[in-house]
């Protein structure tokens, strides 16, 4: 049976991933800092959800639900200790690695950060699979690799030379890496330049979850450019199929180094995407208008022919459909009916 590796699994891509390899059979090890970027409670009731209640120090908690198919270790990506020490105990067929510190807006007060866990740990767990010979990695880059482009929808192909916030420098400078490892060690790697993730158990500092709150609990909501923004949101299933794709199914193409978008390919105006919320809540919220924030891009828009053409990648979560689902994952979650 093949046992996967996902980093960030506390997170929010990595707890859905997770449930779903799950799911599908496989053994699953989930690896998180769970740092306190965000509420820390919301990544512990993520990891309930999978079973797990307790976590310890590098060392393995057990999933109560899924018993042996699935074990969490709270480690930090960039231990040159202890990350060599997992990769020792289990024979991974693949990893995920889904643990960064995200947030565009956070990096420009903290870039550190960034660097510790983007680069030094991306580039400890390329070292761990080296040294260990595990095959395949897919890896989160991101849609901010494209900066602020104007040619739209934005292509793998276009030049990606102009990153506008350490964030997006960090996961550009990933790729390279990823680049590197598959010439040197002939490792496959695929890179995944998700957009704008939105969904039930999301992040608390997206658009989505920060909206919500603050209409809900009658305060103002910031816009910021004066709301001339739109991005490309992409439902939670809808990536969780194409990383699924990449990571369990043989690729049409004998490139070892491969990037994809994974995005939904309909950018949406962030006033229409507030009105959307608004809908569902059935209120009106109150804006803030804010100018454009520094290492902020003006629009975001995945072209994903080439994913489709790979792996027959079809997003198929309308906007209106994402939107209820999230706010139906909020209510029960903050036990507001
Ligand atoms: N959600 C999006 O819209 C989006 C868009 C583009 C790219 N991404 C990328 O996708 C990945 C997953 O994003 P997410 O939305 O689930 O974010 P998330 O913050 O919910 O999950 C990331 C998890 O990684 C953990 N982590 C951070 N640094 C770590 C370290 N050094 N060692 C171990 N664990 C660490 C965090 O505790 C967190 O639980 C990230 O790499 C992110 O940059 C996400």
Redesign the pocket.
């Known amino acids: 049976m093949t046992t996967i590796l996902v980093?960030?699994?506390?997170?929010?891509?990595?707890?859905h991933l997770c449930e779903k390899l799950i799911k599908e059979g496989y053994n699953v090890v989930g690896?998180?800092?769970?740092?306190d970027?965000?509420d820390v409670n919301l990544?512990m009731a993520r990891l309930n959800e999978l079973g797990i209640q307790t976590v310890y120090e590098s060392s393995s908690a057990v999933s109560e639900k899924h018993g042996d198919q699935f074990h969490f270790y709270k480690?930090?990506?960039?231990d040159q200790t202890q990350l060599p020490l997992l990769f020792k105990k289990y024979s991974f067929d693949a990893v995920c690695?889904?643990?960064?510190?995200?947030?565009v807006r956070y990096s420009i007060e903290n870039p550190m950060v960034y660097v510790?866990?983007?680069i030094v740990?991306f580039m400890n767990l390329l070292e761990c699979m080296r040294h260990n010979k595990v095959k395949k990695l897919v890896?989160?880059?991101?849609?901010?690799v494209y900066g602020n482009s104007n040619e739209v929808p934005f292509s793998e192909l276009d030049n990606v030379d102009a990153p506008v916030s350490l964030?997006a420098a960090s996961?550009k400078s990933n790729e390279l890496m990823a680049n590197t490892y598959s010439h040197l060690y002939g490792m496959e790697t695929i890179g995944l330049?998700?957009?704008?993730?939105?969904g039930p158990w999301?992040?608390p500092d997206?658009a989505m979850f920060l909206f919500t709150d603050a209409i809900i609990n009658n305060q103002p909501i910031k816009i910021f450019n004066e709301g001339l923004l739109s991005r490309d949101f992409?439902f939670i299933d809808d990536i969780i199929e194409g990383v699924t794709a990449t990571l369990l199914k043989e690729s049409k193409t004998k490139s070892n180094y491969e990037i994809f978008n994974i995005g939904n390919g309909q950018p949406v105006k962030l006033l229409d995407f507030i009105e959307a919320i608004e809908s569902q809540l059935n209120t009106t919220a109150q804006k803030q208008m804010l100018p454009m924030q520094a290492g902020d891009v003006y629009q975001t828009w995945a072209n994903v022919e080439k994913l489709e053409a790979h792996y027959q990648y079809k997003p198929n979560t309308s906007i209106e459909k994402g939107v209820a689902a999230f706010i139906e994952w909020y209510r029960k979650y903050y036990k507001l009916d």
Request: proline share 0%; no cysteine.
């Open positions: 980093t960030g699994a506390a997170g929010f891509i990595g707890y690896l998180d800092n769970i740092n970027y965000y990544k480690m930090n990506l960039e690695n889904l643990a960064a510190q995200a947030g510790e866990s983007n740990g890896y989160a880059s991101s849609s901010s964030y996961k330049r998700f957009f704008t993730v939105y999301g992040r997206m992409t």
